[in-house]
């Protein structure tokens, strides 16, 4: 029990060592349990779970990660989780467990006995000790529910040999305990508009139309009524935002909202439904409108004053590198005119228009394969055009025009090379070997290590250990990148399943008690 304990706490939840402790020194205080077995038990369970969460979390991550350390870390170390709302110190008890019970509240005091008792105190005293944090959920002490059914079951049990009535009457109650639970059901799946509404976004954009990234705000309200990850596209184009407090709407393609207001350069394109009440007289559940999906406008950049962002190129005989420096561009496009001699780039950054038509010395080919032509990252967006087989040659420059050089046209001098080099220095795999955890930079902090949303607009960095600093962390992500690209992750899905069933297998083994074959003859004897 104690290695299950253990686990649960390194992979899924971390608070789950509250309720561990309570049990382990109440069932070493009635010598159910020897303390150092138990300790070793336990301990290795945790460390089994953080070797296996780490491995797997940071496969998917693309950096080195711990999540649930993470979580400790925030609510625990950093004590922020009291931003999110506070409840007075009887609410678990006076409120969420009596919801949460119903009926079985009543048969706890039934079902108290010697064993019973013990896993009943460590449940109350696992209740008591999360009743201290200020922001309370009942989600919190789930992992206690199961440990007052079950002395409530034993209870109810008891009731049938010491007393029918009460037995039949406590009976009656638990079946409307469970008609209860129905109907929440059915209104708790209208308290999920948010889900709803970026699940419709998804299916109303066609995959194929996807030509820039689509940048996506979802506001609290909408996180808080069912978006989640698991939700959201595993796609370079589709970025999220869930930033919190004053943000520049401009920056982002939709936006999903409790806000009904229209903002400007927006238009209303979807409503979502949710949960409003219950109408007993008619029995139907009530909706009302909850989260609103706006998009922006479509905005040509022809006739509207813009700005160039500065250009960097670098050139093979046969391809040119171009670097656009603009910071968190928003709706980039990118094209090639038809007479292939025109590179066409329009996008906005920060409320502002650029634009580029640059008139190219030769022509070049079209692109084939823009996911690998074109990476938008947050400071930059980088182009490989490949020059046409007439041009593949050096270019004495970039421009036709070779008396009137715009100031915005930079030589990439980390990656130019010259002609009589290109054989002996072969720099394009580094330039353009662009890792694809990367693609959609990420914002840094001082110590240069990613940053991701985490609760609320609060940022906190991706590692294994909250503090953990040491100069092997970018080498071992980037071991992790290339993981990545060599195993696919539904390969790496069913080898991390296979090995589990393995180890699970050997569990089962081991349960056995196999005798020698030794002890075995000596007893046939």
């Given amino acids: 029990m104690f290695a299950i304990l253990g686990f649960t706490a390194a992979v899924f939840r971390s608070d789950t060592l509250v309720l561990i402790a309570p049990i382990a020194l109440l069932s070493v205080a009635t010598r159910q349990t020897n303390l150092?077995?138990?300790?070793?038990?336990?301990?290795?369970?945790?460390?089994?779970g953080i070797v296996l969460?780490?491995?797997?979390?940071?496969y998917f991550w693309g950096r080195i990660v711990w999540p649930e350390g993470e979580v400790f870390y925030y609510n625990t170390v950093e004590n922020k989780s009291h931003e999110w709302g506070t409840l007075p110190f009887h609410w678990y008890f006076t409120t969420a467990l009596p919801k949460a019970l119903l009926a079985s509240t009543m048969l706890i005091p039934f079902g108290i006995g010697r064993k019973t008792g013990t896993l009943l105190a460590s449940a109350?005293?696992?209740?008591?000790?999360?009743s201290f944090l200020p922001h309370k959920e009942l989600r919190f002490i789930l992992p206690s529910v199961p440990i007052f059914n079950l002395v409530a079951a034993t209870g109810i049990n008891r009731l049938k040999r010491i007393n029918k009535f009460l037995y039949m009457v406590s009976a009656v109650m638990l079946m409307g305990s469970i008609v209860v639970p129905l109907v929440m059901l059915l209104a708790s799946r209208e308290n999920y508009p948010g889900a709803i509404a970026l699940k419709h976004l998804h299916n109303s954009v066609s995959q194929d139309q996807i030509n820039t990234p689509i940048h996506v705000h979802m506001d609290p309200e909408t996180c808080m009524s069912g978006v989640s990850k698991f939700l959201q596209k595993n796609h370079p184009k589709w970025i999220y935002s869930k930033k919190e407090g004053n943000i520049n709407v401009n920056d982002y393609s939709y936006l999903l909202t409790s806000n009904s207001t229209t903002p400007e350069n927006f238009e209303l394109v979807?409503?979502?439904?949710g949960f409003s009440n219950i109408d007993f007289s008619s029995r139907t559940i009530n909706t009302t409108p909850k989260i609103f999906t706006f998009k922006k406008k479509e905005r040509s950049i022809v006739g509207q004053p813009t700005l160039s962002p500065i250009v960097k190129w670098a050139q093979r005989s046969d391809r040119l590198y171009l670097t656009i420096e603009l910071y968190e561009s928003k709706n980039a496009k990118v094209a090639i005119s038809s007479d292939m001699k025109h590179l066409l780039f329009e996008a906005e950054a920060k409320g502002k228009l650029y634009a580029l038509d640059l008139d190219l010395h030769g022509t070049v080919q079209p692109f084939s394969d823009q996911s690998r032509q074109i990476y938008y990252g947050t400071r930059w967006i980088k182009i490989l055009l490949y020059k046409s087989n007439e041009n593949a040659h050096f270019w004495p420059r970039l421009l036709a025009d070779k008396y009137n050089k715009p100031p915005f046209l930079k030589i990439d001098w980390d990656n130019w090379v010259e002609d009589e080099d290109e054989e002996t220095l072969k720099r394009e795999e580094s330039w353009f070997d662009v890792d694809t955890s990367t693609k959609n930079e990420k914002p840094t902090n001082s110590d240069g290590h990613a940053l991701v949303a985490g609760h609320g607009s609060t940022l906190k960095g991706l590692r294994l250990l909250p503090g953990w600093k040491t100069q092997y962390e970018e080498v071992i992500n980037k071991h992790l990148s290339n993981v990545r690209n060599v195993v696919p992750p539904h390969q790496f899905a069913y080898i991390i399943t296979g090995i589990l069933f393995v180890i699970g297998f050997l569990f089962h083994l081991s349960a056995y008690n196999f005798q020698p074959l030794t002890q075995v003859k000596l007893k046939s004897e």
């Fill in 36 to 48: 150092f077995k138990g300790a070793f038990v336990g301990l290795f369970g945790m460390i089994f």
């Fill in 53 to 58: 969460s780490s491995i797997v979390d940071s």
């Fill in 124 to 130: 109350l005293l696992f209740v008591f000790l999360y």
């Fill in 270 to 273: 979807h409503t979502t439904n």
